[in-house]
């Protein structure tokens, strides 16, 4: 589950810093408020990588994934690629999860055939 969480928290640290190029052309918005924004939220999906196998970690990650929907109200945009990456985000724990469970199934197979040294 760890490596499909991590990389797509890894495609929305680069989503992000597109959105605040894309900021950056608003006249309402000041430059140094656009990327204190967009590099605390970049910084934080860099960090919840690390986090994703923790406990809490999964619910922090839907939590980040509802403040990229909600950006799209200051870039409408964000409101697609905050969905689009919802979805990645539920298909990565979902069968990050299947795979993880397969994968100690196969441990404990091998591990039942092998026949002890003593």
Request: glycine fraction near 10%; include cysteine; charge should be neutral.
């Amino acid at each position: 589950m760890r490596t499909l969480c991590a990389s797509t928290l890894i495609g929305e640290f680069f989503i992000i810093g597109f959105a605040g190029l894309v900021a950056m052309k608003d006249p309402d918005l000041s430059m140094a408020a656009v990327w204190t924004v967009s590099g605390i939220a970049m910084f934080l999906s860099l960090v919840l990588c690390g986090m994703v196998t923790r406990p809490g970690g999964v619910a922090l990650g839907w939590a980040f994934q509802i403040a990229l929907i909600a950006s799209g109200f200051v870039i409408p945009t964000m409101f697609f690629l905050g969905a689009v990456f919802a979805g990645l985000w539920w298909a990565s724990v979902h069968f990050g999860r299947k795979i993880d469970e397969a994968k100690a199934r196969f441990a404990a197979q091998a591990d039942a055939s092998t026949p002890d040294a003593a």
